[in-house]
């Protein structure tokens, strides 16, 4: 049985197990809301491209999460890997306005989509926007 180690964890899997991980990343704040950046990664089922991945990603979400507003989408390059960012807000009178900032990067060669988010409150997010594209632009993929 093969062993998985984290960095505070280590645990016994199957033979035949697919890592798909989630890292979830907190940031202090004064507001009483903590920003935080997720890393989360998934299988490529190969065939179309980021952009169409990225579409019905972005679908899911507009039908999801009340007052959803789309705010940029830019197609670009992270390293030598295909990449869209998006950024986004949503939130209703009943819940705090948030935004996000989310990274989608191709790896076509591991058959594999990383994608970043990085969320604050919608008010808040000029002040974290600049440690949340650091932290983005630092991530190189494995």
């Known amino acids: 049985m093969p062993v998985f180690e984290g960095p505070t964890f280590k645990l016994g899997l199957p033979q035949e197990y697919v890592d798909l991980s989630t890292y979830a990343f907190a940031f202090p704040s004064g507001s009483g809301f903590q920003p935080s950046l997720v890393i989360k990664f998934e ?70 989509i990383y994608t970043l988010t990085a969320t604050n409150l919608d008010a808040d997010f000029a002040q974290t926007e600049k440690l949340f594209d650091a932290i983005m632009g630092s991530f190189v993929p494995k």
């Open 43 to 112: 299988r490529w089922p190969g065939g179309g491209d980021l952009a169409a991945y990225v579409n019905q990603q972005l679908s899911v979400m507009q039908g999801g999460l009340a007052a959803f507003q789309l705010l940029e989408r830019t197609p670009g390059m992270h390293g030598e890997y295909p990449a869209v960012t998006a950024v986004f807000q949503w939130g209703s009178a009943e819940q705090p306005r948030l935004r996000q900032k989310q990274r989608f990067i191709l790896v076509p060669a591991r058959s594999l």
